[in-house]
């Protein structure tokens, strides 16, 4: 096993956050300073793991994932001193503070839907690394009824690709949710990450949003949950979760 993928299960962190620590030599094993977070460990062998002066404890981590509706007005964040209501705070209350849950790719706070936690750092990545493109599956409810035309020629620049503050934003599908006189729901798949993505996307047609919602991160779809809900994946959710981390392990080397 790499170091970087030791210090990332163990101390429940994204693999970046993990890298940053070891370059900036924040991480001891066994008492010595380690700087290249692709060495090899023997994760047997390792008596003492020390990130950022604190020992981090040895034993194999029961990976967990949890899937969120994050409801609008909730800040994907663990913690916040001037704001209260985070997800952080709803997992202390439910008790969960202890298990080393990270956020797998935040929502902005008005937007709402499904957020995957997990203190697994190996899935954290892959779940939001733009190299290994996972699908993200959103609906954007527009309040305007918009021509089919209109609809179908938006979707075809958005996978073309359009430039926003210097980058290149695009869907890789899109597809008509509804469409009434009130107003237009159409879902965007997207696979990089980028921030407030399908806000600039949807600005850049200056066009009104007025929802956005998470309902689907690579295989776990929000289902039936509600705003506010909690619960820990499925039998079939996990085995989803690793299949995908197989595929992609073996094809993604990318990243690597
Ligand atoms: N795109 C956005 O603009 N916001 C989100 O929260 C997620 C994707």
Known sequence: MRLLQLVQRQAGIARRKAKALIDRGEVRLDGELVLDPFQEVDPE?????????????????????YKLYKPREMLSSLYDPKYPHTVGRLLRRRGLQGLGLAIAGRLDRDAEGLLLLTNDGELVNLLTHPRYEVEKVYHVAIPRLLPYRHIYEIFRKMQRGVRDEGERLRIRRGRIVRRTKDGTVLELVLTEGKKHEVKRLIRHFKLPLERLVRVAHGPVTLGSLKPGELTRLTAPERAALESLKKRLYSTGSKAR
């Open 45 to 65: 062998a390792v008596r003492e793991l020390e990130v950022q002066g604190r020992r981090v404890p040895l034993e194999r981590k029961e990976p967990v994932v």
